[in-house]
């Protein structure tokens, strides 16, 4: 059978404007689709751009040794770690400072995790505006917890915390404050933010009434204010 012969100087065929616009919104479908929600950092070391919240629900391992891991999670703008009852009695559990490279993360959520000392390194993660750490062994916050200015909501609870930080009341942006559950006693009204719009207090240490009033009185929404028993 003989070939065909082309004409060299046949004119090619350009594809319709149609399946251009097809092939756009194929692709565009694809890149809509991808998974970026994810609850296992092997499945999150997959595709590791593409996630965008990590939820570590009863992790049974120590993080500590994953800083490679969490470095690579570039866009990732929501964590939260709950931690396995098989692991609060380590005593050398850490998070993974290279957390602190993640330039457009906004939530912290910590869960039962064995931290006996605020990781210091948070405080220049300036994109978050979520942070809690809950059910740890946290006794203070650094001082240099003002630098986080976009913070919204701060939730430092159910843990051995006995004093605040004196910059506390730098961080204007601040709306929720958490203490339930600590061993607070001085609340002196000069550290906090005076835009804050809800506090909790439930379940915390003994202190001076009058601090309770004053405390009140400087909020803009007292009505939001929460204290068991008050």
């Given at each position: 059978?003989?070939d ?7 004119p ?24 970026s929600?994810?609850s ?15 939820k570590l629900l ?7 040794y ?9 866009n ?11 692991i609060?009695?380590l ?9 602190a490279?993640l330039?457009?993360?906004k ?8 931290i ?7 405080t220049?993660i ?11 062994d ?28 004196s ?14 559950d ?8 000069n550290?906090?933010?005076s835009n804050?719009?809800e ?10 009434i009058?601090?309770l ?18």
């Amino acid at each position: 059978m003989n070939d065909l012969i082309k004409p060299e100087n046949e004119p090619k065929l350009e594809p319709h404007p149609l399946t251009y616009r097809k092939q756009y919104i194929s692709n565009r479908k694809m890149i809509l689709f991808k998974k970026s929600k994810f609850s296992s950092l092997i499945e999150a070391c997959k595709n590791p751009e593409n996630c965008l919240e990590l939820k570590l629900l009863s992790y049974d391992q120590n993080l500590k040794y994953q800083g490679e891991i969490f470095s690579k999670f570039v866009n990732l703008k929501v964590l939260e770690i709950q931690a396995d009852t098989s692991i609060y009695y380590l005593n050398d559990f850490e998070l993974p400072n290279e957390i602190a490279s993640l330039k457009k993360l906004k939530k912290i959520s910590v869960l039962n995790c064995p931290i006996q000392v605020f990781p210091e390194w948070i405080t220049n993660i300036k994109s978050l505006e979520f942070l809690m750490l809950r059910g740890t062994d946290l006794a203070s916050i650094p001082d240099s917890i003002f630098q986080l200015t976009k913070l919204k909501t701060l939730r430092i609870e159910n843990c051995p915390l006995y004093k605040l930080p004196s910059t506390l009341y730098q961080l204007q942006n601040l709306k929720i404050l958490g203490l339930t559950d600590t061993k607070l006693t001085n609340l002196d009204w000069n550290l906090f933010p005076s835009n804050l719009k809800e506090i909790n207090f439930s379940g915390t240490g003994i202190y001076n009434i009058e601090d309770l009033i004053n405390l009140k009185n400087k909020m803009k929404k007292p009505g939001y204010f929460h204290k068991t028993g008050y």
